[in-house]
């Protein structure tokens, strides 16, 4: 049996210091939803599977364990290694429908639409989807000035991942306040956050 | 010149060493060894255990010695160390009929199949003070205990149960799902049974005592009937599921009371007998009795029954039944709370001056 | 037997508990002034002794962090002292008193006086997070009232005060509306405090133990004293000066010195009476003698 072949079965490590990397990693998530739009330096594991990639390795090996119901989008959900990974390290349950999962893990092509995601109750709104969105070399040109809770005014949002549909998902997704899912920018090494809260507005192209 | 109260660490520090001292006792006299007290005090052991949340009869027994007795301090060191212990999973449900009772006694029935078994118990002794023990004064027993050959002990709930006389262990859709666990899951109300019955196991003996004292008075009347008190060692096994079979892990020994009470029927359904249902670790059969007779109290909305008294209310009793939490939020009004005074003393004041301008 | 060790993990807390405090922590700061209920677990302290700000301390800190807490606005009350060396000890992170030096402030009944800035965060400990508890005790009433945002049990409450002693009689926990959405219980700082919650630079976190909830209110968030028109929110203000450092426009603590009625009035925020003094050369609420 060749060593690429039994890869699957042996998963790579996860954090080289599981306390200690858990915890500067919670913090960057944490500053992120408290600083919507802002980004923070994020330190993941030293292999994590290419199809996660650190960051998100980073966040998933923080945040996901047998607690908790996680669906991974489009390739994510058929790469065998991120599930042997992900399930050797942090136990989550994978489910196969979006609605059922508490942390949605997807790149901008396979992120389903908000509104069939996890947006909790009236009087338990934190029963909601926190999606983790792959950011990594997204090249769109979208930009966006935001407002809302953690903002001191306004703030501009660069947001290479958002496609022409996701303006107006994500004005409903903060109309349905206090329901309504949170999302994570998640790149290489970094970490930004649009809690639900965050009110996004177009930006003119070209405007500084 | 006035300087402000300070030292809070020096004063700490004293206060360990004095609360140190004073627990060690007469300190030509011999230290208390754990394992005397997991010996000789295996009831206040089994309580801390028990509201612990944790069966560790050593642990349980440094915890007493180290709280010098006093219980609530013990079930908290408890409790505070058994919360950061790894969870690897759920054991399968203990068989509590195939139990070999060391003790094993029904009111309901006169006998049975496997007989009444009055094991060790303080019914029926004479509350008298005994002579200063000598340490050997532990007095013979006339015939053994019960064997291996004991026949079976069949419970009476099951007995009951075959005639449809008494409802099933389980209604259909009853809490068919795997239970939750009110310590790592966030509790809400309205609870499962099957969480009612944990907090109720974790809560504190005295406050179910009084609240199922409080239902035989008048106040959520139930009409229990002890249909079986046992105790007795069950065995512990975990299914393994990479295995396949059910590991066995140890025995613990535990108090079971099936508590009936009244019946339910009417016109469509045939009566039945409903039941109660309390558990404890080790020998404590007063904290099982009052948990059987709540749990059956707390179900009056099942059966349509009035509900009007504290010991039928849920949010109530689960939500002032925890010992750790009661003790800690009665007792954290011994911190100072002079800020939030010294506001209140304020608005009198103002109120006052307030009062006696209009009177003036 | 007797020398089995009991083994506690660093920080205390297991990482499954810190995860899911970590969870419930994001879902409190995502929906600001939202109580999320959480799996409270015991900590090495009794209930109503800061058990929901342990925890979330516990599922925030780390070594680079550096602690401070008060009670009652002093960092050597004997609950501030306690829960601090838990720290130092099981966490290994640094301590001080200096509010600008901290950045994890854990607090009980007060925000320090020196004002917060951006990236500190401030945990305060909650003994009944449900503002609307005393006027409605049970909990799936409550619950239901928050998803209508039906708050006018609240303002029945305050208008009966105003009526029966011409004031709102609420000095402290005084009920703040969050982001124009949440009724939230400021936790007992008196309502002097309030107005400092309003559009703070920190992140604010809120943890109740015994009752299982954590909260939050993100930085620059609205936190509006609820009030009337006609009787609109007032805090209260202090005339004099602190007897020691002779600072205005901060909290006093009242301090008897005699019995024959003598009073003194000073800062009941010790780090900030202390650099007051410094400054100006005087005495200061800690005194010149060093802690032990």
């Given at each position: ?71 991974l ?31 949605v ?21 934190h ?81 500084a | ?8 660490e ?7 060493a ?103 118990t ?93 239902s ?22 975990f ?36 039941r ?23 179900r ?61 | ?32 002034g ?82 917060l ?49 011409g004031?709102?009689?609420k ?59 006609d ?61 032990a």
């Amino acid at each position: 049996m060749s060593t690429a072949a039994r890869t699957p079965t042996i998963p790579a490590p996860g954090f080289a210091d599981p306390t200690r990397d858990a915890q500067r990693a919670f913090r960057a998530v944490l500053d992120a939803l408290a600083h919507p739009t802002r980004s923070y330096p994020l330190g993941g594991p030293a292999q994590p599977p290419p199809a996660l990639g650190r960051g998100l390795g980073a966040v998933a090996l923080t945040l996901l364990d047998e607690g908790c119901a996680t669906w991974l989008a489009g390739p994510l959900g058929t790469d065998a290694e991120t599930a042997t990974w992900l399930a050797f390290h942090t136990g989550t349950r994978l489910v196969t429908d979006p609605a059922d999962a508490q942390f949605v893990v997807a790149d901008p092509a396979s992120l389903p639409p908000l509104a069939r995601l996890r947006c909790g109750t009236d009087e338990a709104p934190h029963h909601s989807a926190t999606v983790l969105l792959d950011v990594r070399g997204a090249t769109g040109t979208a930009r966006f000035s935001a407002t809302g809770p953690g903002i001191d005014g306004t703030a501009d949002l660069t947001a290479p991942w958002a496609d022409a549909g996701f303006l107006p998902q994500w004005t409903a997704n903060t109309a349905a306040f206090p329901r309504g899912v949170d999302l994570l920018l998640v790149g290489e090494d970094t970490v930004a956050a649009l809690p639900r809260t965050t009110r996004l507005h177009p930006r003119p192209e070209g405007e500084a | 010149m006035y300087v402000a109260v300070k030292g809070g660490e020096r004063a700490i520090a004293n206060a360990h060493a004095l609360l140190a001292e004073q627990g060690r006792g007469h300190p030509e006299l011999p230290a208390i060894d754990p394992a005397q007290v997991e010996g000789q005090l295996g009831v206040l052991v089994s309580r801390v255990m028990t509201e612990g949340s944790l069966y560790d009869p050593a642990l349980a027994a440094r915890a007493v010695l180290q709280a010098q007795g006093d219980v609530l301090e013990a079930v908290t060191l408890m409790r505070s160390y058994r919360t950061t212990l790894p969870r690897f999973g759920y054991t399968c449900a203990v068989d509590t009929a195939g139990l070999a009772p060391q003790r094993r006694i029904s009111a309901t029935f006169k006998d049975l199949p496997g007989g009444q078994q009055l094991g060790a118990t303080f019914d029926y002794t004479h509350r008298l003070f005994s002579t200063p023990s000598s340490g050997a004064d532990v007095p013979d027993r006339h015939d053994g205990s019960p064997d291996a050959d004991d026949p079976a002990m069949p419970r009476v709930a099951d007995l009951l149960g075959v005639g449809a006389l008494i409802e099933p262990d389980a209604r259909p859709g009853q809490d068919a799902a795997e239970p939750g666990d009110l310590t790592r899951e966030p509790s809400v109300f309205p609870m499962s049974r099957a969480e009612r019955l944990q907090a109720l196991a974790r809560s504190d003996e005295g406050f179910l005592l009084g609240l199922a004292y409080s239902s035989q008075r008048g106040f959520g009347t139930t009409h229990p009937f002890a249909g079986e008190v046992r105790v007795g060692e069950v065995e512990v096994e975990f299914d393994a599921p990479e295995l396949g079979f059910a590991v066995p892990l140890g025995r613990i020994e535990v108090t079971e009371c099936q508590m009936v009470n009244q019946f339910t029927g009417s016109a469509e359904t045939p009566a039945q007998f409903t039941r109660g249902y309390g558990l404890a670790f080790g020998r404590s059969e007063r904290k099982a009795m009052s948990m059987s007779i709540v749990d059956r109290a707390l179900r009056g909305a099942e059966f349509d029954e009035r509900v009007a008294s504290p010991v039928q209310d849920e949010e109530f009793v689960i939500s002032h039944g925890d010992n750790v939490a009661a003790t800690g939020f009665v007792e954290h009004l011994k911190l100072p709370h002079y800020v939030d005074f010294q506001a209140e003393l304020m608005l009198v004041r103002k109120l006052n001056a307030e009062f006696e301008e209009a009177h003036a | 037997m007797s020398a089995r060790q009991a083994v506690y993990n660093i920080g205390y807390l297991d990482e499954q508990t810190k995860r899911m405090i970590r969870r419930a922590l994001l879902k409190a700061v995502a929906i600001p002034g939202f109580q999320v209920p959480f799996a409270s677990r015991e900590v090495p302290m009794p209930r109503g002794w800061g058990t929901g700000g342990v925890q979330v301390t516990a599922a925030v800190i780390g070594e680079d962090d550096v602690l401070k807490v008060i009670d009652q606005g002093a960092d050597d009350t004997t609950n501030a002292v306690s829960i601090r060396s838990f720290f130092a000890s099981v966490a290994r992170v640094a301590t001080t008193t200096r509010t600008d030096e901290a950045t994890i402030i854990q607090t009980r009944h007060r925000i320090p006086e020196t004002p917060l800035s951006e990236g500190q965060v401030l945990v305060y400990q909650v003994p009944i997070p449900e503002p609307l508890r005393f006027l409605e005790p049970r909990e799936t009433e409550t619950r239901r009232l928050h998803a209508l945002e039906e708050y006018g049990l609240m303002f029945v409450k305050l208008y009966e005060d105003i009526a029966r002693f011409g004031h709102i009689a609420k000095t402290y926990d005084y009920p703040v509306l969050v982001g124009g959405r949440y009724l939230m219980s400021p936790s007992p700082i008196p309502s002097f405090d309030n107005p400092k919650m309003h559009r703070n630079p920190a992140l604010q976190l809120f943890g109740a133990g015994r009752e299982k909830r954590i909260y939050a209110v993100p930085p620059f968030t609205s936190v509006e004293s609820l009030g009337f028109e006609d009787f609109p929110f007032e805090p209260q203000r202090f005339d004099e000066p602190c007897a020691l450092c002779g600072s205005t426009g901060g909290y006093l603590d009242e301090v008897i010195t005699d019995d024959a009625g003598g009073s003194m009035f000073v800062c009941s925020d010790t780090d900030h009476c202390e650099r007051t003094a410094t400054r100006s050369g005087t005495e200061s609420a800690t005194g010149t003698e060093a802690i032990a």
